[in-house]
T-cell receptor, first 113, second 114 residues
């Protein structure tokens, strides 16, 4: 059973517009959530994270929103740039026990110039 | 400072052959892990280690062995390769304090089992 779900395999957005990537989780023990970005032929790199004590975290063009009651988080990229074209993985863990990250299947974002 | 290095970059094996995927990090990280990435499946954890001499299984450990004799190295062994093990393998490391957030991934090893 998938604990972290990214239901959109792909997303296309025009340059300059907002990209919204969604992620749902089922395990209520998760209290720390992360987004990783992956370019072809490279390893994933950390992008942004959020703790369950917050509902929003912002870093430049990237903002992550967390809705605990809905077990849903989203990543907003504003404005989207062609260099943002990559696969984005949502991940979750619980911070109390050094538990490994659980990743979603990823969403491929294409930003069209 | 090389970060996380993986060798080889690409490997072709025949069914039944064995091999070791190498992973090394020079950041003195306690935590290391192996993931495999398959189309439509995301990143799935194979094995992980929280320090030298300590390893544990992840989501998909069958067919793989690991050991952690030093802080720096975390090799992944395939004892008898199967076509189902065709995948891209990523090694990652982090400090235990910054668990999750600062996981550094290697560039990956692409494995094809015929």
């Amino acid at each position: 059973d998938q604990q972290v779900k990214q239901n959109s395999p792909s997303l296309s957005v025009q340059e300059g517009r907002i990209s919204i990537l969604n992620c749902d989780y089922t395990n209520s023990m998760f209290d720390y959530f992360l987004w990783y970005k992956k370019y072809p032929a490279e390893g994933p790199t950390f992008l942004i994270s959020i703790s369950s004590i917050k509902d929003k975290n912002e870093d430049g063009r990237f903002t992550v929103f967390l809705n605990k009651s809905a077990k849903h988080l989203s990543l907003h990229i504003v404005p989207s740039q062609p260099g943002d074209s990559a696969v984005y993985f949502c991940a979750a863990t619980w911070s109390s026990g050094n538990t490994p990250l659980v990743f979603g299947k990823g969403t491929r974002l294409s930003v069209i110039a | 400072n090389a970060g996380v290095t993986q060798t080889p970059k690409f490997q072709v094996l025949k069914t039944g052959q064995s091999m070791t995927l190498q992973c090394a990090q020079d950041m003195n990280h306690e935590y290391m892990s192996w993931y495999r990435q398959d189309p439509g499946m995301g990143l799935r954890l194979i094995h992980y280690s929280v320090g030298a001499g300590i390893t544990d299984q992840g989501e998909v450990p069958n067919g793989y062995n690991v050991s952690r004799s030093t802080t720096e190295d975390f090799p992944l062994r395939l004892l008898s390769a199967a076509p189902s093990q065709t995948s891209v393998y990523f090694c990652a490391s982090s400090t235990l304090r910054d668990w999750g957030e600062t996981q550094y991934f290697g560039p990956g090893t692409r494995l094809l089992v015929l």
